[in-house]
């Protein structure tokens, strides 16, 4: 089935740092690819997404781009912050009994420090 | 508009004993699911339905039961609870069932002794 791999964690930063947090998947078909955030004590929000090869998915300085030629959407953020301390999880969409749901990775841990 | 609301949240139960957790959005959403969430293993499907009266089993259905008479709620039932069962436990809603943007609550974690 299809499935979703991210990069270990935790991750760790200073403020201001460069963020990438890799994120491959396998699918047989197209699916849509999404990056959701969990901040400390509450649920999955939607971070960003992209439901085409090539899109360019970007919301609050975050951005990561749908590359089918090597199956990833990879997250990046030029300047961390230390508000951005949360678990991120990468997801793709896929036909599940006619109806779509979401396939998660792991989840990466991040924290920055200022 | 207070979104996905979920009760209680925390709960310690025994083995074998019962309950339910609960489920509630204000959004007239026709999907709504659970997922559990352990350490190193993302979110797992446990139960869905795509509108009132319609319920079908996710990926780790097993020891769980739904049922969803109104559009709004939708309580999973742990009938006999066993350690393995330990996990933080999230609903989420979405507008239909092919909608991509899912609306997660706060969550419910549940520790099984």
Not at chain 1, 3 to 13: A, H, K, R, W, Y
Not at chain 1, 70 to 95: I, M, N, P
Request: charged share 15%; hydrophobic share 30%.
């Amino acid at each position: 089935g299809d499935s979703v791999t991210q990069m270990e964690g935790p991750v760790t930063l200073s403020e201001e740092a460069f963020l990438t947090i890799n994120c491959t998947y396998t699918a047989t078909g197209y699916p849509s690819l999404f990056w959701y955030v969990q901040y400390p004590g509450e649920g999955l929000q939607l971070l960003l997404k992209a439901t085409k090869a090539d899109d360019k998915g970007s919301n609050k300085g975050f951005e990561a781009t749908y590359r089918k030629e090597t199956t990833s959407f990879h997250l990046e953020k030029g300047s961390v912050q230390v508000s951005d301390s949360a678990v991120y999880f990468c997801a793709l969409s896929d036909d599940y009994q006619g109806a779509q749901k979401l396939v998660f990775g792991q989840g990466t841990r991040l924290t920055i420090n200022p | 508009n207070a979104g996905v609301t979920q009760t209680p949240k925390f709960q310690v139960l025994k083995t074998g004993q019962s309950m339910t957790l609960q489920c509630a959005q204000d959004m007239n959403h026709e999907y709504m699911s659970w997922y559990r969430q352990d350490p190193g293993m993302g979110l797992r499907l446990i139960h869905y339905s795509v509108g009132a009266g319609i319920t079908d089993q996710g990926e780790v259905p097993n020891g769980y039961n739904v049922s969803r008479s109104t559009t709004e709620d939708f309580p999973l039932r742990l009938l006999s609870a066993a350690p393995s069962q330990t996990s933080v436990y999230f609903c989420a809603t979405k507008q239909d069932s092919f909608s991509y943007e899912q609306y997660f609550g706060p969550g419910t974690r549940l520790t099984v002794t």
